[in-house]
């Protein structure tokens, strides 16, 4: 398949699945942890990547075609953050005015964020994190939410932030 059309292919994909999980509908074939009955916090995995997380966010997995999964992760059926692992990531893919991008470096991995200017005291972003190494797969985790309030970012960002390629038992700190 030729790469600009499994890219077209991905995308559509990307678009359908983001407004299915705005209506918070679950497919039959969609994978759902619920670990609500976990202490504070659990690690979850992922394609390639590992993240900790509260036990009142549930994560559905969706794996549309073998070589990506999209992550969404709720907090009480809302959605707060949209993820995907894969090797060709739809980035930047938000259409807010750009306000802020950042490099960074989280639990040494390559991080790149575009923070986007909401209206009503919301906040959009997203983040590009390189998981892979060599030819390893996935290469690429995307990580987005968008016109979530103070409290709701902070949990989404909170995920951002302990995403790591090694199972880890430290939950470490926010970092403000």
Not at 3 to 18: D, P, R, T
Not at 56 to 65: E, L, R
Not at 120 to 138: A, R, Y
């Amino acid at each position: 398949m030729h790469k600009s059309l499994k890219q077209f292919l991905m995308i559509l994909f990307l678009a359908v699945m983001s407004f299915s999980a705005l209506l918070t509908c679950e497919h039959d074939s969609d994978t759902k942890y619920d670990i609500r009955n976990s202490e504070s916090k659990t690690m979850f995995e992922g394609l390639g990547f590992f993240v900790q997380i509260d036990k009142d966010i549930d994560v559905i997995v969706n794996t549309p075609v073998e070589d990506f999964d999209i992550y969404t992760f709720k907090f009480q059926n809302k959605i707060i953050l949209m993820a995907y692992a894969g090797n060709f990531p739809e980035y930047p893919m938000l259409s807010h005015a750009e306000e802020k991008k950042v490099k960074s470096i989280i639990n040494d991995l390559q991080v790149e964020c575009i923070e986007y200017r909401n209206t009503k005291s919301k906040h959009s972003k997203e983040c590009l994190i390189h998981i892979g190494k060599g030819s390893s797969f996935p290469q690429l985790l995307h990580y987005w939410y968008s016109d979530l309030f103070q409290d709701e970012k902070e949990r989404a960002e909170e995920i951002i932030r302990s995403t790591n390629t090694k199972k880890v038992k430290k939950i470490q700190a926010p970092i403000n």
